[in-house]
Protein backbone atom coordinates (compact mmCIF):
# COMPACT_ATOMS: atom_id res chain seq x y z
CA UNK A 1 0.00 0.00 0.00
CA UNK A 2 1.05 3.52 -0.57
CA UNK A 3 2.65 4.98 2.40
CA UNK A 4 1.09 7.97 2.04
CA UNK A 5 -2.22 6.36 1.76
CA UNK A 6 -1.62 4.54 4.54
CA UNK A 7 -1.21 7.44 6.60
CA UNK A 8 -4.58 8.69 5.56
CA UNK A 9 -6.24 5.75 6.68
CA UNK A 10 -4.71 5.31 10.11
CA UNK A 11 -5.57 9.19 10.40
CA UNK A 12 -9.37 8.59 9.17
CA UNK A 13 -9.85 5.42 11.79
CA UNK A 14 -8.50 7.40 14.54
CA UNK A 15 -10.99 10.21 14.09
CA UNK A 16 -13.73 7.45 13.30
CA UNK A 17 -13.03 4.97 16.71
CA UNK A 18 -14.10 8.22 19.00
CA UNK A 19 -17.21 8.39 17.56
CA UNK A 20 -18.15 4.87 17.78
CA UNK A 21 -16.76 4.46 20.96
CA UNK A 22 -19.14 7.03 22.26
CA UNK A 23 -22.34 5.65 21.41
CA UNK A 24 -21.42 2.26 23.30
CA UNK A 25 -20.31 4.26 26.49
CA UNK A 26 -23.76 6.44 26.35
CA UNK A 27 -25.78 3.03 25.57
CA UNK A 28 -23.78 0.92 28.41
CA UNK A 29 -25.33 4.17 30.82
CA UNK A 30 -28.32 3.96 30.11
CA UNK A 31 -31.13 3.25 32.50
CA UNK A 32 -32.64 -0.51 32.33
CA UNK A 33 -36.34 -0.78 32.15
CA UNK A 34 -37.32 -3.53 34.76
CA UNK A 35 -41.26 -3.59 33.61
CA UNK A 36 -42.98 -2.22 30.49
CA UNK A 37 -46.69 -3.06 31.34
CA UNK A 38 -49.43 -1.60 28.59
CA UNK A 39 -52.15 -4.26 29.22
CA UNK A 40 -52.54 -5.44 25.36
CA UNK A 41 -53.84 -8.20 26.28
CA UNK A 42 -55.70 -9.68 28.97
CA UNK A 43 -52.99 -12.06 30.34
CA UNK A 44 -51.78 -10.82 33.89
CA UNK A 45 -49.18 -13.56 34.45
CA UNK A 46 -46.72 -11.10 35.37
CA UNK A 47 -48.80 -10.25 38.60
CA UNK A 48 -50.32 -11.84 41.99
CA UNK A 49 -52.75 -10.49 43.68
CA UNK A 50 -52.78 -10.05 47.41
CA UNK A 51 -56.03 -9.04 48.97
CA UNK A 52 -55.57 -8.45 52.65
CA UNK A 53 -57.28 -11.19 55.25
CA UNK A 54 -60.43 -10.78 56.56
CA UNK A 55 -61.77 -7.89 54.07
CA UNK A 56 -65.35 -6.79 53.91
CA UNK A 57 -66.68 -7.27 49.99
CA UNK A 58 -64.20 -9.18 48.49
CA UNK A 59 -62.50 -10.83 46.76
CA UNK A 60 -60.51 -8.33 44.80
CA UNK A 61 -61.83 -8.15 40.75
CA UNK A 62 -58.84 -7.04 38.44
CA UNK A 63 -58.86 -7.66 34.60
CA UNK A 64 -57.84 -6.22 32.01
CA UNK A 65 -60.80 -4.90 29.77
CA UNK A 66 -61.27 -3.96 26.04
CA UNK A 67 -60.32 -0.47 26.78
CA UNK A 68 -57.14 -1.51 27.27
CA UNK A 69 -56.79 -0.39 31.25
CA UNK A 70 -56.90 -2.68 33.93
CA UNK A 71 -59.53 -2.56 36.40
CA UNK A 72 -60.18 -3.71 39.60
CA UNK A 73 -63.76 -3.69 40.06
CA UNK A 74 -64.80 -5.50 43.36
CA UNK A 75 -65.29 -2.80 46.92
CA UNK A 76 -63.26 -4.70 49.05
CA UNK A 77 -62.29 -2.66 52.03
CA UNK A 78 -61.13 -2.92 55.78
CA UNK A 79 -61.35 -5.56 58.49
CA UNK A 80 -64.02 -6.57 60.65
CA UNK A 81 -63.87 -3.64 63.39
CA UNK A 82 -60.56 -1.93 61.98
CA UNK A 83 -62.08 0.24 59.33
CA UNK A 84 -60.09 3.55 58.82
CA UNK A 85 -56.44 4.36 59.35
CA UNK A 86 -55.01 1.88 58.12
CA UNK A 87 -57.19 1.17 54.61
CA UNK A 88 -56.71 -2.35 54.02
CA UNK A 89 -57.93 -3.83 51.03
CA UNK A 90 -55.96 -4.99 47.93
CA UNK A 91 -52.87 -5.64 45.94
CA UNK A 92 -51.80 -6.44 42.30
CA UNK A 93 -47.93 -7.04 42.67
CA UNK A 94 -45.55 -7.40 39.91
CA UNK A 95 -41.74 -7.68 39.68
CA UNK A 96 -38.48 -9.02 41.77
CA UNK A 97 -38.13 -8.58 45.67
CA UNK A 98 -34.09 -7.72 44.61
CA UNK A 99 -35.49 -4.70 42.56
CA UNK A 100 -33.29 -1.81 44.78
CA UNK A 101 -33.43 1.66 43.20
CA UNK A 102 -36.13 2.18 40.30
CA UNK A 103 -38.44 4.83 38.99
CA UNK A 104 -41.89 3.68 38.58
CA UNK A 105 -44.26 5.49 36.33
CA UNK A 106 -48.36 4.78 35.37
CA UNK A 107 -51.90 6.38 34.75
CA UNK A 108 -54.01 5.91 37.30
CA UNK A 109 -57.60 6.78 36.84
CA UNK A 110 -60.25 6.40 39.39
CA UNK A 111 -64.02 5.90 38.19
CA UNK A 112 -64.86 5.74 42.18
CA UNK A 113 -64.20 8.23 45.44
CA UNK A 114 -63.10 5.70 48.00
CA UNK A 115 -58.89 5.20 47.49
CA UNK A 116 -56.40 3.53 45.67
CA UNK A 117 -52.33 4.06 45.30
CA UNK A 118 -49.14 2.72 44.37
CA UNK A 119 -46.52 0.32 46.49
CA UNK A 120 -42.69 0.02 46.59
CA UNK A 121 -40.25 -1.82 47.57
CA UNK A 122 -42.76 -4.47 48.45
CA UNK A 123 -41.32 -7.27 50.01
CA UNK A 124 -44.06 -9.46 51.11
CA UNK A 125 -48.20 -8.35 52.03
CA UNK A 126 -46.42 -6.75 55.29
CA UNK A 127 -43.73 -4.93 55.02
CA UNK A 128 -43.51 -1.85 51.67
CA UNK A 129 -44.49 1.75 50.71
CA UNK A 130 -47.97 2.63 49.65
CA UNK A 131 -48.17 5.94 48.15
CA UNK A 132 -52.48 6.44 49.09
CA UNK A 133 -55.26 8.69 47.68
CA UNK A 134 -58.80 8.89 48.94
CA UNK A 135 -61.43 11.23 48.34
CA UNK A 136 -64.38 10.12 50.06
CA UNK A 137 -64.73 12.09 53.30
CA UNK A 138 -66.27 9.15 55.07
CA UNK A 139 -62.89 7.25 54.72
CA UNK A 140 -60.73 9.53 55.79
CA UNK A 141 -60.57 12.00 52.30
CA UNK A 142 -59.53 14.03 50.88
CA UNK A 143 -56.03 12.71 51.49
CA UNK A 144 -53.15 11.87 50.39
CA UNK A 145 -50.44 9.93 51.90
CA UNK A 146 -47.38 8.25 52.02
CA UNK A 147 -47.09 5.21 54.57
CA UNK A 148 -44.77 2.56 55.62
CA UNK A 149 -46.11 -0.81 56.61
CA UNK A 150 -44.31 -2.96 59.09
CA UNK A 151 -46.42 -6.03 60.02
CA UNK A 152 -50.46 -5.09 60.77
CA UNK A 153 -49.78 -1.10 60.93
CA UNK A 154 -48.74 1.61 58.36
CA UNK A 155 -46.60 4.55 59.73
CA UNK A 156 -47.17 7.75 58.20
CA UNK A 157 -44.00 9.39 56.82
CA UNK A 158 -45.85 12.36 55.03
CA UNK A 159 -49.42 13.41 54.36
CA UNK A 160 -51.49 16.34 52.59
CA UNK A 161 -55.22 17.37 52.51
CA UNK A 162 -55.76 16.80 48.97
CA UNK A 163 -57.59 13.77 47.34
CA UNK A 164 -58.41 13.64 43.62
CA UNK A 165 -61.08 14.02 40.57
CA UNK A 166 -63.30 10.93 39.84
CA UNK A 167 -63.05 10.08 36.22
CA UNK A 168 -59.80 12.07 35.96
CA UNK A 169 -56.45 10.24 34.40
CA UNK A 170 -53.73 10.85 36.89
CA UNK A 171 -49.77 10.64 35.70
CA UNK A 172 -47.98 9.41 39.01
CA UNK A 173 -44.10 8.90 39.60
CA UNK A 174 -42.13 7.76 42.09
CA UNK A 175 -38.54 7.65 42.93
CA UNK A 176 -36.64 5.71 45.41
CA UNK A 177 -32.97 5.80 45.61
CA UNK A 178 -31.44 4.85 49.00
CA UNK A 179 -33.70 6.05 51.70
CA UNK A 180 -34.41 8.98 49.48
CA UNK A 181 -38.27 8.78 47.89
CA UNK A 182 -39.88 11.02 45.50
CA UNK A 183 -43.45 11.45 44.19
CA UNK A 184 -44.43 13.35 41.39
CA UNK A 185 -48.19 13.32 40.34
CA UNK A 186 -49.20 15.32 37.16
CA UNK A 187 -46.25 17.41 36.97
CA UNK A 188 -46.81 18.45 40.70
CA UNK A 189 -43.87 17.58 43.28
CA UNK A 190 -45.45 16.28 45.88
CA UNK A 191 -42.81 15.71 48.47
CA UNK A 192 -38.85 14.60 48.47
CA UNK A 193 -38.03 12.88 52.10
CA UNK A 194 -35.51 10.13 53.52
CA UNK A 195 -36.49 7.57 55.61
CA UNK A 196 -34.35 6.93 58.44
CA UNK A 197 -34.29 2.91 58.27
CA UNK A 198 -35.97 2.59 54.33
CA UNK A 199 -36.83 -1.07 53.18
CA UNK A 200 -33.66 -1.22 50.63
CA UNK A 201 -35.74 -3.78 47.72
CA UNK A 202 -39.04 -4.75 46.82
CA UNK A 203 -41.48 -5.01 43.96
CA UNK A 204 -44.15 -2.80 43.09
CA UNK A 205 -47.91 -3.36 42.63
CA UNK A 206 -50.98 -1.30 42.19
CA UNK A 207 -53.94 -0.88 45.15
CA UNK A 208 -57.66 -0.39 46.01
CA UNK A 209 -59.86 0.40 49.00
CA UNK A 210 -63.66 0.28 48.72
CA UNK A 211 -62.74 1.28 45.19
CA UNK A 212 -65.31 -0.21 43.01
CA UNK A 213 -63.82 0.82 39.64
CA UNK A 214 -60.09 1.71 39.55
CA UNK A 215 -58.15 1.54 36.04
CA UNK A 216 -54.42 1.44 35.62
CA UNK A 217 -52.08 1.58 32.73
CA UNK A 218 -48.96 2.05 31.64
CA UNK A 219 -46.85 0.94 34.41
CA UNK A 220 -42.98 1.15 33.41
CA UNK A 221 -40.10 0.25 36.17
CA UNK A 222 -36.60 1.91 35.27
CA UNK A 223 -33.74 0.74 37.39
CA UNK A 224 -31.50 3.63 38.47
Known amino acids: MN ?21 VML ?11 RFHNDSLTKWTVSDDPDTIEGPS ?12 RSNIWGRRGDFLGRWYGTFLVAGDTNWKDYTVTLQAEPKDDDGFGVVF ?19 GG ?13 TELWSEKKGFRVGKAMF ?27 YRRGKIGLFCYAQNDQAFDDVKVTEK
Open 172 to 198: IQIDVDGGVINAIVDGRRLFSLSDDDP
Open 121 to 139: RFADSEHFYRLLFIEDGFN
Open 142 to 154: PLTRLDKRNGPDY
Open 27 to 37: LSGCDRVLLDE
Open 61 to 72: SWRVERDGWLHQ
Open 3 to 23: PGRTAVVRSNLARLIPSLILP
